[in-house]
């Protein structure tokens, strides 16, 4: 697939998702380059219809496009609670488990996400996998000692690499963290491998979203369709 027909994809999702959200509503927005066409719709929706709507942002870069649309962003620990929210994802296989983090937004990803009322995934239809895994495995670790936690990684077979920028320096979180990608190929065990990175010492969170997630809507080139979990 193409870059023209997967973003023509994704922005179809992101359009999709936009009617989700109503006069009133706290909605949590991702991060990434679906959820751009989503907050374009938003954008859209507020200048010419009206729609009044109250948006808790994953990371700074959304929170700047939709402030750009006059879209009201306030602070997660400014509300009591988030209706709904609408992110991207890298991978989400058929349990409804996926890998998040491939934007490095990972950590307020989550935040926002376990905050919210109902989750929901707009993705093209290459993200939907059999099995997680083949998309590398973020994991967001501070960076004292990131040497170390790279080192016990390697020893486990997770082959870890450090996420670096164009310049071949460490790229860094909204937190100031570094990402540790994990090249697993495949996770037959996200539940347990999930577990293992969480209790790692230096490991602030890892980019398994684990049945997480109410709904997907998958851009596909017949038009977007709905994936409902049913176990949520």
Avoid: C
């Amino acid at each position: 697939m193409d870059k023209a027909e997967q973003d023509r994809l994704k922005k179809a999702a992101g359009i999709e998702a936009a009617k989700l959200i109503q006069d009133g509503m706290i909605a949590g927005l991702g991060t990434g380059s679906t959820v751009r066409f989503l907050v374009d719709e938003l954008g859209r929706r507020v200048q010419e219809e009206g729609l009044k709507f109250t948006g808790v942002t994953t990371s700074r870069r959304t929170q700047e496009q939709a402030e750009g649309y006059g879209i009201k962003i306030v602070n997660i620990d400014d509300v009591d609670h988030i209706d709904i929210t609408i992110d991207g994802a890298d991978e989400v296989d058929k349990n409804f488990n996926g890998i998040k983090g491939g934007g490095a937004a990972l950590l307020w990803e989550k935040i926002v996400a376990i905050n919210s009322n109902k989750v929901v995934w707009i993705v093209d239809q290459s993200k939907v996998v059999d099995t997680i895994g083949k998309f590398p495995l973020p994991v967001e670790v501070i960076p004292f000692g990131n040497g170390q936690v790279i080192r016990k990684f390697e020893a486990k077979g997770y082959k870890p690499t450090l996420r670096l920028d164009a310049e071949g320096k460490p790229v860094l979180t909204d937190e100031n963290d570094y990402v540790v990608d994990l090249h697993l190929e495949r996770i037959d065990h996200p539940q347990e491998l999930a577990e293992d990175l969480i209790h790692t010492v230096g490991v602030v969170e890892h980019g398994l979203f684990l049945n997480m997630v109410d709904q997907v809507i998958v851009g596909d080139p017949a038009g977007p369709r709905v994936l409902t979990n049913p176990n949520k």
